[in-house]
C-alpha cells in the first residue's frame, strides 16, 4: 500500500442502480485533516458514496481521489483507508487484540511492531485490559470501540465511517461522539462520516454536506448550514423551521396579513418563503408594533422545556410559528390563547423559493 495524502476528492460521480441515479453527480473536496460529515435522510445516497469512497462499488461516472491520486479502479485493500460501519461486526472467532491487529496482520506486519500498535489503539478508545476478551463478553458501546481501534490501528489518514453510532443509546453516543472527535484531532486523520442524525452532524463536523435524492443539496460548515440554509429542505432538515408563505408586493415582500417582512435573499417568484429558526423569534405580550419582522398571534399552547419555553403561535391566515425562548431569570411565561407580537431581525431570516 503506498502511503498516501489525507485529501479527498470526489469529481462528479454518478452511480446507477438499474433505472435509478442514487448519486448523481457529487463532486467533493476534502482536505487533510477534516471531518467531514454527509447528512441526509434514509435513502438520499449517503453510503453508496462512502462505498465509492472505499472501493466497494464503483462509479458508473466519476473519479475517486485519494491523497490527489486517481483511485478510481482501486480496489478497497489498496485504498489505506480505515472504515468503521454501524453493523460492521468484530469477528466472533477473534479477541478483542485479535481483531484490532487483523488489518496489520493481513498486510504481514512485523509480530512486535504489532502488539505495540495494538496496545496504543486499545488505549485510545479506552479499552486497555480488554485485549484477551470475545465479542460476547463486550456490550455494543465497547464492541464499537473495538470496531474503531481496529479502523485506526494502521494510523490511516482518512477514515470513513457509515452512522458508527447507530445502534448506541442517546447517552453512549454522546460520550462516543466527543471521543472519536478527541482521537481524530489527536491523529490527524481526515474523516468522513455519515449520518442522519443533524445534531450528531452539527456536534462533529468541520464541514457538512447535506444530500437530497443522490445530490448535495448544500456543503458548508455546521453554524452557516444551519442559520443559513438555500432551500426548505436543508431547514427544514437540519432542525426546526419555520417557513411562513411570503408575497411580492412591488419592493415589499409580505407575509400572513399582509405584514411587511425585511430578510436576506431575494424573492425571484411571485410567492415564496421567510424562514426563520424558533430561537431566533421574540416572543412580547400585546401588539406593540417592533420593527421591521413583526407579527401578531396568539399563543395556542406552551410546551415547558425546563430550559426553554417552546411556544406554538397562530398568526393571520392560518400561519403556524413556533418560538424557543430561554427560561431565562425573570422570563415571564405567556399561557394558551395570551395575545402576543412575534418578531425577529432581517438578519436572522431569509427569503426561500416556495
Ligand atoms: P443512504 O445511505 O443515504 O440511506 P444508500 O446509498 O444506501 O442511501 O441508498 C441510496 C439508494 O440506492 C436507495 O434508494 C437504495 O435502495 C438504492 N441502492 C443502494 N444500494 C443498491 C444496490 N446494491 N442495488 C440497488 N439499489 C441500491
Ligand atoms: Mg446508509
Redesign the pocket.
Known amino acids: 500500500m503506498a502511503s498516501v495524502g489525507g485529501s479527498v476528492d470526489l469529481e462528479q460521480v454518478t452511480k446507477r442502480?438499474g433505472a435509478?441515479t442514487?448519486v448523481a453527480g457529487v463532486s467533493l473536496a476534502i482536505p487533510e485533516g477534516q471531518f467531514f460529515t454527509l447528512l441526509?435522510p434514509?435513502?438520499?445516497?449517503?453510503?453508496?458514496t462512502l462505498s465509492m469512497l472505499a472501493g466497494f462499488v464503483v462509479p458508473d461516472e466519476g473519479r475517486v481521489m485519494l491523497g490527489g491520486r486517481d483511485m478510481t479502479r482501486v480496489p478497497p485493500r489498496g485504498r489505506g483507508l480505515g472504515m468503521v460501519f454501524q453493523n460492521y461486526a468484530i469477528f466472533p472467532h477473534l479477541n478483542v487484540a485479535e481483531n484490532v491487529a487483523f488489518p496489520l496482520t493481513v498486510k504481514g506486519a512485523p509480530k512486535a511492531g504489532i502488539a505495540a500498535r495494538v496496545a496504543e489503539a486499545l488505549e485510545m478508545v479506552k479499552l486497555t485490559g480488554f485485549g484477551t476478551r470475545y465479542a460476547r463478553q463486550l456490550s455494543g458501546g465497547q464492541q464499537q470501540r473495538v470496531a474503531l481501534a481496529r479502523a485506526i490501528v494502521g494510523h490511516p489518514k482518512v477514515v470513513l465511517m457509515d452512522e458508527p453510532l447507530g445502534a448506541l443509546d442517546k447517552n453512549l453516543r454522546y460520550h462516543m461522539q466527543v471521543e472519536i472527535k478527541e482521537i481524530q484531532q489527536r491523529l490527524g486523520m481526515t474523516v468522513i462520516y455519515?449520518t442522519h442524525d443533524q445534531e450528531e452532524a452539527l456536534t462533529m463536523s468541520d464541514r457538512i454536506a447535506i444530500?437530497n435524492h443522490g445530490r448535495i443539496a448544500q456543503m458548508g460548515p455546521p453554524r452557516e448550514v444551519y442559520e443559513n440554509p438555500d432551500s426548505s429542505f436543508v431547514a427544514s432538515f437540519l432542525g426546526e423551521a419555520n417557513l411562513l408563505k411570503v408575497r411580492r408586493d412591488g419592493e415589499a415582500v409580505r407575509g400572513p396579513g399582509g405584514a411587511p417582512f425585511v430578510a436576506r435573499g431575494a424573492l425571484t417568484t411571485p410567492e415564496g418563503l421567510v424562514f426563520v429558526r424558533p430561537e431566533k423569534v421574540n416572543v412580547a405580550a400585546g401588539t406593540a408594533a417592533v420593527a421591521p419582522n413583526h407579527l401578531p398571534g396568539q399563543i395556542q399552547h406552551a410546551s415547558f422545556l425546563g430550559n426553554i419555553v417552546r411556544y406554538a403561535v397562530t398568526a393571520a391566515e392560518g400561519a403556524r410559528l413556533l418560538c424557543d425562548v430561554a427560561n431565562g431569570a425573570g422570563t415571564q411565561i405567556h399561557r394558551p390563547g395570551d395575545a402576543v407580537t412575534l418578531s425577529w431581525r432581517a438578519e436572522d431570516s431569509r427569503l426561500l423559493a416556495g
Open positions: 442502480y435509478e442514487v441526509g434514509s435513502g438520499s445516497g449517503k453510503t453508496t455519515v444530500m
